[in-house]
């Protein structure tokens, strides 16, 4: 009854990252150009991953004291709706509710364990670093201003929806997995 995917189950993940060295101006420019536009790195990492499994457990006692119990899955075919509908109406129902029914006393539900997978995550984090050089803090004096962006482009990432069948938001997307955009500003000194 309770074999089935990990909780920890993303079947797909994809995360990158990446470090550019801007080049800067050439050699035999102006020096004003060449002290702007050297120095300058862009860096960033994109993650990729499809949504965590869920179940959706049986309320009330069916079974008579086992904890676990699953509903019962009515018709063929998997309940989560389609993926191009609008974030409005994947908020307010994830899945087909009427799909889902408590089991009868006594018997065990045929919803499998973590059948079902929420929706996917997709994340950009990127980096805009100047570097300059501070002689004043000897050989090694290097300074940096940085400019960091998480989650930059502010996609709203849902975790899973509401499994509790009784629940008034059953089958709603009502959390977030991870933050909104964070955009900050650094001043970096090394010697």
């Given at each position: 009854q309770d074999r089935g995917p990990s909780n920890q189950h993303r079947p797909q993940r994809l995360v990158t990252s990446y470090v550019w060295d801007i080049p800067g101006a050439p050699a035999n420019g102006p020096v004003a150009l060449r002290v702007?536009?050297?120095?300058?790195?862009?860096?960033?990492?994109?993650?990729?991953?499809?949504?965590?499994?869920?179940?959706?457990?049986?309320?009330?006692?069916?079974?008579?004291?086992?904890?676990?119990?699953?509903?019962?899955?009515i018709g063929s075919g998997n309940p989560v709706l389609d993926d191009d509908r609008s974030k409005g109406q994947k908020i307010q129902a994830y899945f087909d509710k009427n799909r889902f029914a408590n089991p009868a006393p006594n018997m065990i539900g045929t919803l499998g364990r973590n059948i079902l997978?929420?929706?996917?995550?997709?994340?950009?984090?990127?980096?805009?670093?100047?570097?300059?050089?501070?002689?004043f803090l000897g050989e090694a004096g290097l300074g940096q201003f940085r400019f960091e962006a998480f989650n930059a482009f502010n996609r709203t990432n849902f975790s899973n929806p509401n499994t509790g069948i009784t629940n008034p938001s059953f089958g709603m997307l009502t959390g977030t997995d991870g933050g909104s955009r964070i955009l900050q500003l650094a001043l970096k000194f090394a010697f």
């Open positions: 702007l536009t050297r120095d300058w790195k862009l860096s960033g990492i994109l993650t990729l991953q499809s949504g965590r499994p869920f179940s959706i457990a049986a309320t009330g006692d069916p079974l008579a004291g086992i904890p676990g119990d699953r509903v019962n899955l997978e929420g929706p996917g995550f997709a994340n950009f984090d990127v980096s805009l670093v100047k570097g300059f050089r501070m002689p």
